[in-house]
Every structure is written in structure tokens, then in C-alpha cells.
């Protein structure tokens, strides 16, 4: 069975792992502060902070743009759901937005329409790997006075307009998931360029203790922790941290065979009617976290017999992006909610393998039973 993707984990990483299990220290210490480090000189954000996972990234992020009870975040539906959990999580109402049909990403005429007196912030997610026009999403949150925050959980080793996605907002949250391009296991990453931004993640992060257990260890003097606000244990163990440091050393090397490979997949499918291929704006750089083609209406297999049409070959695919609005966790509250450009994508879209290292003969297989599948006999 050819996967729809796999964590490329090598023997560095089993061996990162291997030694910092070895000192002794494998909850949050030196390795994570190492990690953080290195993942803002990636970025070129000024701040990093290490969480437990993406999900942990974004409920942080909520809290410290001052996110509360009763207030409106605009967000894509067309999302995975942790996107929306995280607003509900602090008690604020997700405000779900269309997107833009080609891009998948949130669509900004359609957000501005959506902008009430209750409306603290706008949640911009950067879809499978491809940026959203963060310059058009920045402007409209100036404009009317609201905090944005990247949904970067797939765009790792992406960027926009020549920087590195991480490096244009003062609040963007990673994922570690194995899914994603890199991976701890499980992680996730903010990335700041507030200072005051980044000292209350920490805090948060870690009980609002007032002083890491890493700088209690290395102290000459006695330390004793304060509690300074209600905090959660939301950290990363050394041991992912380990792992993430060798993973973002082949960052580039990774992003650039997901490209070569979403090429492979460019050109071999091109001729096929009926589909849309992803396509990638000029000025954004993706990193082809997933490859979604857009069935159309005249594709010659529904979507979902596709999916099964491909098992039976011996080959994994997915359904494309969920739409939150219409899962039972979210109804009835949303029942009345219409959203018909983001559930028309969603229905209609497959995600094929992409992965490193990916096969020879597993690219070609992909492409030969695609095409057998979907070409006129």
C-alpha cells in the first residue's frame, strides 16, 4: 500500500533522541530552548516558542491577543476542526469565512463582510502548505482594529513575497504532527515579534509558573517558583525537541523534493479533463504539505469512488479539506450556516501521496492508475 504520507525520520533522529533520553533530562530543558532558537533564525521571527502541539499553539495564541468570552474570530470552516476549537476554547464564537476556490485559502472580500462590533480577531490559515495573501489580511486588520494570527500548522518551509512563513505576523503557530513536513511526534511551535508576546507563552505554557524548571537547575542560589496566572501544561519534551533540531536541518532538502514531486504530478496530470491541479500564485512558495486536485463537474469518477477506486489499486488518497460548520461537534449551532464555495471544495477534492523519500515506482504507480482512471478508454 503506498501511503498517503510518512515522517521522513532517519537514524539522527533516532539517535538525537537516544542521547537526550541518556542525560537524564527529557521534559522541557536545554534542547528545547535549543530548538526554539534555531527555529526563529529559520523563520526569521525574533521569538519561538515550543508547545505540545499545534492545537496547545493556538489556544495560547488566542489568549494572549486577549481573545475572551463573547467575542468573534473570522476563520475558514474549510479547516481541519482544531482551527475553530481553539477559538472555542476560550469562549469567543468562530465566524466562519469562504474561501477562495483556487488557493483554498480564506477569501478576504468575504471576511470583510463578516467583520462585526464583536470581531477581535481574524484566524488565517495557510492551507496545505500554500501562504495566504497575508499583505491583503494584514491591511484589513489594521483597517478595522482586530489581531491576526497565521494557522501555519501545515507551512512549515513555506513563505510569502521572499520571507519565510513564521517571520510576518506576531502571532504564527506550527505543527510537529507526523503528517506535517517535519516532524517531533507530536509538537508545535509559535513563533513572535513581541517580546511581551513571548514571555507570556512561556508562562502559559508551563502552570503561569514564574521561573522554568531549566533555570531553577542551573541556579547557584536557591529559586522558589510563584504561579502568576491560571497556566496549563502545554509543553515540549526534550526529547521531541532533540528530534525537531535534526528535522530542521533537512527542512530545505525535504520542501525541495515535495516540490519535484508535486512537479512529477504537475505535468503527468495536466492533460487530464475534468480536474483542477494546485497552483501556486506568483510571489508564494509552497511547500507541498499535501497535493489536492479539484474534481470538476465533468470528471469522468465521482470523488468518493475514485478514493476506493485507488485502494483497491493499492494506493492511500484522502477526501479534501474538512469543513468544520458541518461536523455534529459543531451542529446545531451551525446548521443555518452556508458556506457553498468552501463545501463544493471540500466534496470535491482528492489528496494523493506526497512524501520523502517517495519511491520511484510509487510516483509512477500514482501517476499511471490516475490517469488509467480518469482518461477516456
Known amino acids: 500500500m503506498i501511503p ?18 541518556l542525560t537524564g533530562w527529557i521534559t522541557q530543558g536545554p534542547k528545547v530552548a535549543a530548538f526554539e532558537e534555531a527555529f526563529a533564525a529559520y523563520t526569521g521571527a525574533k521569538h519561538a516558542v515550543a508547545v505540545s502541539n499545534c492545537t496547545t499553539a493556538l489556544h495560547l495564541a488566542m489568549i494572549v491577543a486577549g481573545v475572551s468570552e463573547g467575542d468573534e474570530v473570522i476563520c475558514p470552516s474549510m479547516s481541519y476542526i482544531a482551527t475553530a476549537n481553539a477559538i472555542r476554547y476560550v469562549g469567543a464564537h468562530p465566524v466562519f469565512a469562504e474561501i477562495d476556490p483556487v488557493t483554498y485559502n480564506l477569501d478576504v472580500k468575504d471576511t470583510e463582510k463578516r467583520i462585526t462590533s464583536r470581531t477581535r480577531a481574524i484566524l488565517l490559515v495557510h492551507q496545505i502548505g500554500l501562504p495566504a495573501d497575508i499583505d491583503a ?17 501545515c507551512a512549515a518551509g513555506s513563505a510569502y513575497k521572499g520571507g519565510r512563513i513564521g517571520s510576518h505576523s506576531s502571532l504564527v ?47 547557584a542560589k536557591i529559586i522558589f517558583e510563584e504561579h502568576l496566572e491560571l497556566g496549563y501544561n502545554y509543553r515540549m519534551t526534550d526529547i521531541q525537541a532533540a ?7 533537512r527542512l530545505d532538502a525535504i520542501v525541495e523534493e515535495r516540490r519535484k514531486i508535486a512537479y512529477r504530478y504537475h505535468e503527468a496530470l495536466a492533460d487530464i479533463p475534468g480536474i483542477r491541479l494546485p497552483l501556486e500564485p506568483e510571489g508564494y512558495f509552497s511547500n507541498y504539505q499535501s497535493y489536492s486536485v ?15 477506486q485507488l485502494l483497491d489499486e493499492g494506493i492511500s488518497s484522502r477526501r479534501g479539506i474538512m469543513t468544520s460548520h ?36 510509487d510516483i509512477e504507480k500514482v501517476i499511471a492508475v490516475f490517469r488509467r482512471l480518469l482518461l477516456p478508454a
Do not use: W
Not at 203 to 219: A, C, I, K, T
Not at 330 to 359: C, G, H, Q
Open 173 to 219: 503557530c506550527f505543527s510537529f504532527h507526523p503528517r506535517k513536513v517535519i516532524s517531533t511526534g507530536d509538537g508545535g511551535m509559535i513563533t513572535t515579534d513581541n517580546p511581551a508576546y513571548a514571555q507570556r507563552l512561556k508562562l502559559l505554557r508551563q502552570h503561569g509558573m514564574s521561573v522554568n524548571d531549566r533555570v531553577r537547575h542551573e541556579s
Open 294 to 308: 479539484r474534481l470538476l463537474d465533468d470528471c469522468a469518477i465521482p470523488r468518493n469512488e475514485l478514493m476506493q
Open 4 to 21: 498517503i504520507a510518512k515522517p521522513y525520520l532517519t537514524e539522527a533522529e533516532a539517535q538525537a533522541a537516544y542521547d537526550t533520553i
Open 326 to 361: 458541518r461536523e455534529r461537534a459543531y451542529l446545531p449551532a451551525y446548521a443555518d450556516v452556508s458556506l457553498p464555495v468552501s463545501e463544493v471544495a471540500s466534496d470535491n477534492s482528492i489528496i494523493l501521496p506526497l512524501y520523502v523519500p517517495m519511491k520511484e515506482e
Open 137 to 153: 489580511f494584514q491591511q484589513l486588520a489594521q483597517k478595522h482594529g482586530l489581531v491576526l494570527i497565521e494557522d501555519a500548522a
Open 243 to 249: 528530534v525537531g533540531i535534526c528535522q530542521l536541518q
